[in-house]
């Protein structure tokens, strides 16, 4: 598949390589073109794309200290002082006529939204899932999402799986079957976050570069907005909330979840500009490790024998997923390199 998700989702678009400055004209023996200029800018990458993984993988962390509040609160105030943060973003950055852009036009809108859905019931699944002592399986999630992207490469772009990519399927799906003995039911947490992240993922590449990263975001929080205000009021009303109820630093910490959200999108940002596609591929997997570390260390997460096996099994066929990834990243430039030569 040709993009590579987060788990924020957000982050499923790479922005494109900031222009050279006005009047600069790097040739070989311009410093910023040498071998130096390159190793600094993929080290700038790998260390962006490692704060971004890195703060996504330690989200369940946060989720455990907003306790009381639970899934539909957090996300609720998740998406609401998301959007006023990036307001905030858009206004530092002069970028309101490329968010009007977006809006104006009908296709691009119409795809955020769709977006905006799916990225709300992750959102909602993962909270649901840290909060009710299920990170593990809220990890499983992210763990399966390459094999989803694999799958959506099938049934709707119609490719040709290779014979490494079908092995991969063949051994997720397996796993799926011993991590279902395992739990006694379908682990539908770590499912829907796999689907729902992998469309979403998949609707975002068909938006295409006409929309940054900042200007999808905010688009998307403007769709769930009127929803998620609508439920803190109600919470509010009811007596439910935890935003005014338990002390100011419970209210700052959640206040703080416009950061938390769009900081590693930013990360993501200037990592997926200075890195290629394959790179950030492997760099995914340091967020659902993270994650399931957490669970197992933190939050003291029961781990059987069975449950063992089952991540095992996902383990290989992500393995098998990553050679094939990195043979043919190596074949292509092989090829491009000997297309350059003739």
Same mark, same amino acid.
């Given at each position: ?13 790479? *922005?494109?390589?900031?222009?050279? =400055? ?14 130096? *200029? ?8 790998? @260390? ?27 996300? *609720? ?22 968010? *009007?852009? !977006? ?10 939204? @769709? ?75 770590? @499912? ?35 929803? =998620? =205000? ?12 935890? @935003? ?11 206040? !703080? ?86």
């Amino acid at each position: 598949m040709g993009f590579v998700p987060s788990p924020d989702g957000s982050s499923s678009l790479s *922005a494109p390589a900031p222009a050279a =400055a006005a009047g600069s004209s790097p040739g070989p023996s311009s410093p910023a073109a040498g071998p130096k *200029a390159v190793d600094k800018e993929t080290t700038a990458g790998v @260390l962006f794309g490692i704060a971004a993984y890195g703060l996504w993988g330690l989200l369940p962390l946060y989720f455990f200290v907003l306790m009381p509040a639970g899934a539909v609160e957090i996300v *609720a105030n998740r998406v609401v002082w998301s959007l006023l943060f990036c307001a905030l973003l858009i206004t530092v950055t002069r970028a309101w006529s490329a968010l *009007a852009q !977006a809006l104006r036009n009908r296709t691009v809108f119409g795809s955020l939204a @769709l977006a905006a859905l799916l990225i709300a019931v992750n959102w909602l699944t993962y909270t649901y899932g840290v909060t009710t002592g299920q990170a593990v399986e809220a990890s499983l999630g992210y763990f399966i999402n390459p094999l989803v992207s694999v799958l959506l490469g099938v049934f709707v772009l119609k490719e040709k799986l290779r014979p490494l990519q079908w092995a991969a399927v063949g051994i997720g799906f397996v796993a799926v079957g011993v991590l279902t003995y395992s739990y006694g039911k379908l682990p539908w947490i770590a @499912l829907t976050l796999a689907f729902s992240f992998g469309l979403y993922g998949f609707v975002k590449k068909r938006v295409g570069p006409r929309v940054d990263a900042v200007t999808s975001l905010s688009v998307e929080t403007m769709v769930l907005a009127p929803f =998620a =205000a609508a439920t803190m009021i109600f919470l509010a009303a009811t007596g439910t909330d935890t @935003l005014t109820t338990q002390g100011p630093g419970h209210f700052w910490l959640l206040v !703080a979840s416009g950061v938390i959200t769009a900081v590693p999108l930013l990360f993501f940002g200037a990592s997926a500009r200075r890195l290629p596609m394959t790179t950030i591929g492997l760099l995914q997997y340091c967020a659902p490790v993270l994650q399931f570390i957490i669970a197992l260390v933190v939050f003291r997460e029961a781990m059987t024998v069975d449950r063992w096996i089952g991540f095992g099994v996902v383990w290989l066929a992500l393995a098998v997923l990553t050679v094939d990834m990195l043979g043919t990243a190596r074949r292509n430039s092989v090829a491009r390199r000997a297309k350059r030569g003739t």
